[in-house]
C-alpha cells in the first residue's frame, strides 16, 4: 500500500495511464472491427455516404476542437479502410497475366496512399504551435552563438545581403559572431588544373575575404571540398567556439529578431538540440511564376512548415531542414558534428539526436526570407536530391529500426522518408487508365454501383481530411500537380540509390537566375509523351464505350479518371513553359510611410509599395512635383524604430507609382537598407496569413477549378510557344530549300504571303519569331 501522498499521487497516474491505454485499446479493436465487418453493399453504401454528410458538417469545428478532430480523422480513416479490405477481398480477381500485373501494380499504389494517408492522420492528430520562450534580462546569461552561412558558388551581392542581415540581428553584444563558410575558393579550387577555373576560385576567395573584413564579418574556408554541406560546416566547428550554431543558407536573410525568438528555448531546455524555424520564401517557384499563381495561394512548402512540421513537433519528432535553424554545439560534438553519410545531411543529423535522446523544437514563425529555384530545371535538381536523400535514411537508417527512438518517434520519421516514394504511386496512376483504354486490361474488375459504394466515399474522405489537415496551406490538388511534376526525373533518381544507396552525390541547387525571354524547359520532353498518352486513351475510350457496352461501366470509370489526369497535365505542360524572370532581387510587399526629399529642401510624402535589397516602389500622387535635386528618402524601419536617410536615384515614374534604386553610400547605409527590406518578421507572418486565409475561403472544390483554369490558361500559352517554334522551323527548312532550289521555291512567290513569319523568313525579312527564345528545344 501507498505510505505517502507523493506515492498515492504516482499511483494514481500510473492507474489513469492505464486506464487510458486499455480505453485507447479497446477503440483501437472496435475501429478495426467496423473496418472488416462485412455488410451489405446497399447497407455499406448508406453508411458511408452518412459518414460523408458528418464530415462536411464538421469540416470547420474539428480544427479547433482536438477531440472532434479525433473523431473526425477517425471517421474518415474508416471509408479508407473499408475500401481496402473491399479492393483486397473482392476485386483482385486474376485473369491474363498482363492485367493480373496491372491490377497488382494498382492495388500497391492505392496500398501507398493510404499507408501516407494514415501516417499523415497520424502526424497531424494534435499539432504543437509552440511558444518560445523569452531571454532574461540579464544579458550575460545569454549563450555565445555562432551563425554560419555556407556558400559554393553565390554572387557576392546576395552573400554581402544575407552577412548584413546577420549583423543586424538583435543580441548581446560581443556573444554573436558571424561566419561565411566558403566553399567556392577551396585550397582544391584555387589549384583547379584549369587555369581559368583557378583564377576565378582565387579572385572569389580575395573579393569574399574583403566583403567579410568591410561588413565585419568572418571568412573561413578549407582545403578539399569533401562531404558537400555537411563538409563545410564541419569544417568550419574547429574554428569556432560558441554554445549554440545557428546555420543559414547562403540565400536566407534572417530578420532582426531571429535570435531573440529562438535563443531562449535552449536556456529552458538542457537536452534541446535544435529549434527550427520555417523556410520563407519571397520569390515563385516555377509552378507559381509559370502558372502566375504566386501571392494568389500558399506555397507549396507552405504544407511542410505551416502544418506538418506543428505535428512533427508533438510527436518530439521535427527534424533539422539545413537552414533557418539554431542547433547545440555539444549535441553535434557527440555523434561527431553534421553526419554526412546521406545527401540529405540534416534530417540525417536530427535522425541521430533523436536516437540519442536529444529533443528538438519548432516555432512556426517566419524568420528568413529565402529563394526558391526559378526554373523547372533547378527545381527538379533540389527535388531529385530531397528524394534521393530521403530513399537513403529509408535504406541506410531505416527509422522502423532505430534504436533509441520512441515508437511515435519511428512512425513519424517513417512517414517523412517514405512519402518521398510517391513517384512509383503517381507513375502509375497516370499508366493505369491507358491500360484499360487502350489495351483492354482489366485493371479494377468493380461496377459503377460498387466504385459509388466503395471508392467515392474513400476518396471524398481523403479530400475532406485533406482539407481538415491542409486547407489553410494548400490547395487541392495541388500536391498531385507537384507529384506529376517530379515523378518521371525523381523515379529515375530514386532507382539508383535502391541500386546503390551510397552513390548519391550532393549536388547544388542553383537559385537568383534570370533569363529575359520565354522559352519551353528541355526537360519537357517525357510530360509530351504523357499528355499524348492522355489524349490517345481517351480517343480509345469513346470508342470502347460504343463498341463494347458491356463494359461501360470501367470504361466511364477511368474515362473520369483519365480527364482529370489530363486536367492536370495541362498545368504541368504550363509550369514547364518558363515566363521570364528579369528581377535578380525580388520585391516584396510593404506598408511604410516615406518621405521623399531634395537638396533643394522640397519633400514628398509616399508609401512604400514594395521594396528589395535595389530598389523601391513608392506610391504618390499623381499630381504631385518631384523634389528637386539629389534625392533620399526618411523612413522609420519596423524592424530598426528609428528613423534612417537612405540616397536613391529614380528608375522609372507612372502615374500614381514611381520606381527608385537605393544608392547607399556607407556600411550603415547598407544595413538600414537590408533592415527595411528583410528585417520585419511580421511583415512575413502577415504575408503567411493573409495567403492561409484565402486558401482556406476557396474550399476543396473552388480550389480545384481556380487549379485548373490557370493551368488550362498557362498550357494554352505553352502551345502557342510550340506553334511559333514549329514555325520558325518551317521557315528554316523552306529557306535552306530555296537556296538548294531556287527555280522551284520561286514558281510558288505568288502562292506565298510576304506578311507571316514564313514568308518573311523566306524573303528575307525579320522574323518575330526569335530562335533565341526557346533555345531548350534544340
Known amino acids: 500500500m501507498p505510505k505517502s501522498r507523493t506515492d498515492w499521487i504516482a499511483l494514481k497516474r500510473t492507474l489513469a495511464a492505464s486506464v487510458g491505454t486499455l480505453s485507447w485499446a479497446v477503440a483501437a479493436l472496435?475501429?478495426?472491427?467496423?473496418?472488416?465487418?462485412?455488410?451489405?453493399?446497399?447497407?455499406?453504401?448508406?453508411?458511408?455516404?452518412?459518414?460523408?454528410?458528418?464530415?462536411?458538417?464538421?469540416?470547420?469545428?474539428?480544427?479547433?476542437?482536438?477531440?472532434?478532430?479525433?473523431?473526425?480523422?477517425?471517421?474518415?480513416?474508416?471509408?479508407?479502410?473499408?475500401?481496402?479490405?473491399?479492393?483486397?477481398?473482392?476485386t483482385l480477381v486474376v485473369t491474363d497475366i498482363l492485367s493480373t500485373l496491372a491490377m497488382l501494380g494498382l492495388?500497391?499504389?492505392?496500398?501507398?496512399?493510404?499507408?501516407?494517408?494514415?501516417?499523415?492522420?497520424?502526424?497531424?492528430?494534435?499539432?504543437?504551435?509552440?511558444?518560445?520562450?523569452?531571454?532574461?534580462?540579464?544579458?550575460?546569461?545569454?549563450?555565445?552563438?555562432?551563425?554560419?552561412?555556407?556558400?559554393?558558388?553565390?554572387?557576392?551581392?546576395?552573400?554581402?545581403?544575407?552577412?548584413?542581415?546577420?549583423?543586424?540581428?538583435?543580441?548581446?553584444?560581443?556573444?554573436?559572431?558571424?561566419?561565411?563558410?566558403?566553399?567556392?575558393?577551396?585550397?582544391?579550387?584555387?589549384?583547379?588544373?584549369?587555369?581559368?577555373?583557378?583564377?576565378?576560385?582565387?579572385?572569389?576567395?580575395?573579393?569574399?575575404?574583403a566583403l567579410c573584413a568591410k561588413i565585419g564579418a568572418h571568412y573561413l574556408t578549407r582545403a578539399r571540398n569533401e562531404h558537400a554541406k555537411a563538409g563545410n560546416l564541419n569544417a568550419a566547428l574547429p574554428h569556432i567556439d560558441g554554445e549554440l550554431i545557428a546555420v543559414l543558407d547562403a540565400d536566407h536573410v534572417p530578420t532582426v529578431d531571429f535570435l531573440e525568438r529562438t535563443v531562449g528555448a535552449f536556456l529552458a531546455d538542457d537536452r534541446l538540440f535544435l529549434v527550427q524555424t520555417p523556410h520563407f520564401f519571397i520569390n515563385a517557384d516555377p509552378v507559381e511564376h509559370n502558372l502566375r499563381i504566386f501571392g494568389r495561394m500558399p506555397p507549396e512548402n507552405e504544407m511542410f512548415y505551416g502544418a506538418i512540421q506543428h505535428g512533427l513537433d508533438f510527436w518530439e519528432s521535427s527534424f533539422f531542414c539545413g537552414s533557418a535553424a539554431v542547433l547545440r554545439r555539444a549535441a553535434l560534438d557527440e555523434v561527431g558534428g553534421f553526419t554526412g553519410q546521406t545527401i540529405t545531411e540534416d534530417a540525417e543529423t536530427a535522425l541521430e539526436l533523436h536516437s540519442r535522446g536529444w529533443r528538438s523544437a519548432y516555432y512556426g514563425r517566419p524568420l528568413i526570407a529565402g529563394l526558391q529555384p526559378e526554373t523547372y530545371s533547378g527545381f527538379i535538381t533540389q527535388r531529385v536530391r530531397w528524394a534521393q536523400g530521403m530513399t537513403q535514411i529509408l535504406l541506410l537508417k531505416n527509422p522502423l529500426l532505430r534504436t533509441g527512438l520512441k515508437p511515435w518517434q519511428k512512425l513519424a520519421y517513417f512517414n517523412s522518408t517514405l512519402f518521398w516514394l510517391f513517384p512509383y504511386a503517381r507513375t502509375i496512376?497516370?499508366?493505369?487508365?491507358?491500360?484499360?483504354?487502350?489495351?483492354?486490361?482489366?485493371?479494377?474488375?468493380?461496377?459503377?454501383?460498387?466504385?459509388?459504394?466503395?471508392?467515392?466515399?474513400?476518396?471524398?474522405?481523403?479530400?475532406?481530411?485533406?482539407?481538415?489537415?491542409?486547407?489553410?496551406?494548400?490547395?487541392?490538388?495541388?500536391?498531385?500537380?507537384?507529384?506529376?511534376?517530379?515523378?518521371?526525373?525523381?523515379?529515375?533518381?530514386?532507382?539508383?540509390?535502391?541500386?546503390?544507396?551510397?552513390?548519391?552525390?550532393?549536388?547544388?541547387?542553383p537559385k537568383g537566375t534570370t533569363h529575359d525571354e520565354?522559352?519551353?524547359?528541355?526537360?519537357?520532353?517525357?510530360?509530351?509523351?504523357?499528355?499524348?498518352?492522355?489524349?490517345?486513351?481517351?480517343?480509345?475510350?469513346?470508342?470502347?464505350?460504343?463498341?463494347?457496352?458491356?463494359?461501360?461501366?470501367?470504361?466511364?470509370?477511368?474515362?473520369?479518371?483519365?480527364?482529370?489526369?489530363?486536367?492536370?497535365?495541362?498545368?504541368?505542360?504550363?509550369?514547364?513553359?518558363?515566363?521570364?524572370?528579369?528581377?535578380?532581387?525580388?520585391?516584396?510587399?510593404?506598408?511604410?510611410?516615406?518621405?521623399?526629399?531634395?537638396?533643394?529642401?522640397?519633400?514628398?510624402?509616399?508609401?512604400?509599395?514594395?521594396?528589395?535589397?535595389?530598389?523601391?516602389?513608392?506610391?504618390?500622387?499623381?499630381?504631385?512635383?518631384?523634389?528637386?535635386?539629389?534625392?533620399?528618402?526618411?523612413?522609420?524601419?519596423?524592424?530598426?524604430?528609428?528613423?534612417?536617410?537612405?540616397?536613391?536615384?529614380?528608375?522609372?515614374?507612372?502615374?500614381?507609382?514611381?520606381?527608385?534604386?537605393?544608392?547607399?553610400?556607407?556600411?550603415?547605409?547598407?544595413?538600414?537598407?537590408?533592415?527595411?527590406?528583410?528585417?520585419?518578421?511580421?511583415?512575413?507572418?502577415?504575408?503567411?496569413?493573409?495567403?492561409?486565409?484565402?486558401?482556406?475561403?476557396?474550399?476543396?472544390?473552388?480550389?480545384?477549378?481556380?487549379?485548373?483554369?490557370?493551368?488550362?490558361?498557362?498550357?494554352?500559352?505553352?502551345?502557342?510557344a510550340v506553334l511559333a517554334r514549329l514555325s520558325a522551323w518551317m521557315d528554316r527548312c523552306l529557306t535552306a530549300l530555296a537556296?538548294?532550289?531556287?527555280?522551284?521555291?520561286?514558281?510558288?512567290e505568288n502562292t506565298l504571303s510576304t506578311a507571316g513569319p514564313m514568308g518573311r523568313a523566306l524573303y528575307g525579312a525579320p522574323s518575330s519569331h526569335s530562335i533565341a527564345q526557346t533555345p531548350d528545344l534544340e
Open 30 to 90: 472496435g475501429w478495426l472491427t467496423l473496418a472488416a465487418l462485412p455488410v451489405a453493399e446497399i447497407s455499406h453504401s448508406l453508411f458511408a455516404y452518412t459518414a460523408v454528410a458528418i464530415l462536411f458538417a464538421l469540416r470547420r469545428k474539428a480544427r479547433t476542437q482536438p477531440e472532434l478532430r479525433l473523431a473526425f480523422l477517425a471517421l474518415a480513416g474508416l471509408l479508407s479502410a473499408r475500401y481496402i479490405v473491399w479492393r483486397a477481398s473482392e
Open 107 to 209: 492495388f500497391l499504389a492505392e496500398l501507398y496512399a493510404v499507408a501516407i494517408f494514415f501516417l499523415g492522420n497520424f502526424v497531424n492528430l494534435m499539432p504543437l504551435d509552440r511558444r518560445m520562450p523569452a531571454l532574461p534580462v540579464d544579458r550575460a546569461r545569454w549563450p555565445t552563438v555562432d551563425v554560419l552561412v555556407p556558400s559554393y558558388d553565390e554572387d557576392a551581392a546576395l552573400l554581402e545581403t544575407t552577412l548584413l542581415a546577420a549583423l543586424n540581428m538583435r543580441y548581446a553584444e560581443g556573444r554573436c559572431r558571424v561566419y561565411l563558410l566558403d566553399d567556392g575558393g577551396t585550397d582544391q579550387k584555387c589549384n583547379d588544373p584549369d587555369p581559368a577555373k583557378a583564377t576565378a576560385a582565387r579572385l572569389r576567395r580575395e573579393k569574399l575575404q
Open 429 to 509: 496512376f497516370i499508366l493505369v487508365p491507358s491500360a484499360w483504354l487502350i489495351f483492354g486490361l482489366q485493371v479494377y474488375h468493380a461496377n459503377l454501383t460498387q466504385f459509388a459504394a466503395y471508392t467515392l466515399p474513400h476518396l471524398a474522405g481523403m479530400l475532406l481530411a485533406g482539407h481538415l489537415l491542409y486547407g489553410r496551406v494548400r490547395w487541392s490538388f495541388v500536391s498531385e500537380l507537384y507529384e506529376m511534376l517530379q515523378s518521371f526525373y525523381s523515379l529515375r533518381a530514386i532507382n539508383r540509390v535502391f541500386c546503390n544507396p551510397r552513390a548519391p552525390r550532393f549536388k547544388v541547387t
Open 518 to 720: 520565354d522559352f519551353i524547359s528541355s526537360l519537357v520532353k517525357p510530360f509530351y509523351a504523357f499528355y499524348g498518352l492522355a489524349w490517345v486513351s481517351l480517343a480509345f475510350g469513346v470508342w470502347r464505350w460504343f463498341e463494347q457496352p458491356m463494359s461501360r461501366d470501367v470504361t466511364l470509370i477511368t474515362l473520369s479518371w483519365e480527364v482529370l489526369n489530363l486536367l492536370l497535365q495541362h498545368g504541368v505542360l504550363g509550369a514547364m513553359y518558363e515566363r521570364r524572370q528579369r528581377r535578380g532581387a525580388p520585391r516584396v510587399p510593404a506598408e511604410e510611410r516615406v518621405r521623399l526629399m531634395g537638396t533643394s529642401g522640397t519633400s514628398l510624402d509616399a508609401r512604400i509599395l514594395d521594396v528589395s535589397a535595389t530598389g523601391l516602389q513608392l506610391g504618390v500622387d499623381s499630381t504631385a512635383f518631384l523634389p528637386a535635386g539629389r534625392l533620399h528618402i526618411e523612413v522609420t524601419p519596423a524592424a530598426l524604430g528609428y528613423s534612417v536617410q537612405l540616397p536613391v536615384s529614380i528608375a522609372w515614374q507612372r502615374d500614381g507609382a514611381l520606381g527608385l534604386y537605393f544608392e547607399p553610400q556607407d556600411l550603415a547605409q547598407k544595413r538600414a537598407i537590408v533592415a527595411l527590406a528583410y528585417g520585419d518578421s511580421q511583415r512575413w507572418r502577415n504575408i503567411q496569413l493573409n495567403r492561409q486565409e484565402e486558401a482556406d475561403r476557396l474550399g476543396v472544390i473552388g480550389a480545384f477549378f481556380r487549379l485548373v483554369i490557370l493551368g488550362g490558361r498557362a498550357a494554352a500559352d505553352h502551345f502557342t
Open 739 to 748: 537556296r538548294w532550289s531556287p527555280s522551284k521555291i520561286g514558281r510558288r
